[in-house]
T-cell receptor, first 116, second 116 residues
C-alpha cells in the first residue's frame, strides 16, 4: 500500500537558519510522482515541485532545494536562510498508478515556524 | 496564469440551509477536484471530475452534491449539513487526470465553512 510519512510534526527555527523537512514514501510501483505543497495560514495550497521516479537529480530553486533518494525512499526539502514568510504547513504527497489511480496520497504535514 | 478562484471565502450555515460553493479556473484544465480539509490534517479527496464527468466519488454523503456545468466551473451544493462538516473546502484543477506527467494540482484559496 502507498504511504507518505512526514515524521516531523512541527519545526521551529530562527530566521536565517537552514531547515530540512523530511518525507519518506512507500509504493510498489516503479513509476510514481512526488510533490511538495506549501499551505500558509491563509489556507491556499501552493504547488512547489513535482518529481518523477526516473529523475533522481536534485533540484534547486532559489532558497529551496529538494533531495530525492530512491535508495532510502526519501524526498527531503531544504530551505536555506529561512525567512518568516516561509512559515507554513508543508505537505509531501505521492501519486502512483496502483490503487490510488494517480490520486494524491498525502503526508500528515510539517508545520514550520520561523521566528524573527 | 495558475489561478483557481473560489467563492465565498467564508460561509456560515444552519443545518437546514441549502448553499453552494463555487470554483472557477481558466487554465484549460480538464480535471477538477473537491477536497475537504479539517484543521491540522491533510486534504481529503471528495470528488473528481474529468472532462466534465464525475469520475471519482470517495463515498461522500449525499448531502454534498457536486456539479460541473462546464470545463471551467465546479460547484458543490450543500444541504442538511452536520456540524462535523465544518471544514475548509478546497477546489483544485489539473491539466489531465490521465497524464501523470502533467499532474500537479493547482488549488484555490478555499471556502471556510461553519455549520451551526
Amino acid at each position: 500500500a502507498q504511504k507518505v510519512t512526514q515524521a516531523q510534526t512541527e519545526i521551529s527555527v530562527v530566521e536565517k537558519e537552514d531547515v530540512t523537512l523530511d518525507c519518506v514514501y512507500e509504493t510498489r510501483d516503479t513509476t510514481y510522482y512526488l510533490f511538495w505543497y506549501k499551505q500558509p495560514p491563509s489556507g491556499e495550497l501552493v504547488f512547489l515541485i513535482r518529481r518523477n521516479s526516473f529523475d533522481e537529480q536534485n533540484e534547486i530553486s532559489g532558497r529551496y532545494s529538494w533531495n530525492f533518494q530512491k535508495s532510502t525512499s526519501s524526498f527531503n526539502f531544504t530551505i536555506t536562510a529561512s525567512q518568516v514568510v516561509d512559515s507554513a504547513v508543508y505537505f509531501c504527497a505521492l501519486s502512483d498508478g496502483s490503487d490510488s489511480n494517480y490520486q494524491l496520497i498525502w503526508g500528515a504535514g510539517t508545520k514550520l515556524i520561523i521566528k524573527p | 496564469d495558475t489561478e483557481v478562484t473560489q467563492t465565498p471565502k467564508h460561509l456560515v450555515m444552519g443545518m437546514t440551509n441549502k448553499k453552494s460553493l463555487k470554483c472557477e479556473q481558466h487554465m484549460g484544465h480538464r480535471a477538477m477536484y473537491w477536497y475537504k480539509q479539517k484543521a491540522k490534517k491533510p486534504p481529503e479527496l471528495m470528488f473528481v471530475y474529468s472532462y466534465e464527468k464525475l469520475s471519482i466519488n470517495e463515498s461522500v454523503p449525499s448531502r454534498f452534491s457536486p456539479e460541473c456545468p462546464n470545463s471551467s466551473l465546479l460547484n458543490l451544493h450543500l444541504h442538511a449539513l452536520q456540524p462535523e462538516d465544518s471544514a475548509l473546502y478546497l477546489c483544485a484543477s489539473s491539466q489531465d487526470p490521465f497524464d501523470p506527467g502533467e499532474y500537479e494540482q493547482y488549488f484555490g484559496p478555499g471556502t471556510r465553512l461553519t455549520v451551526t
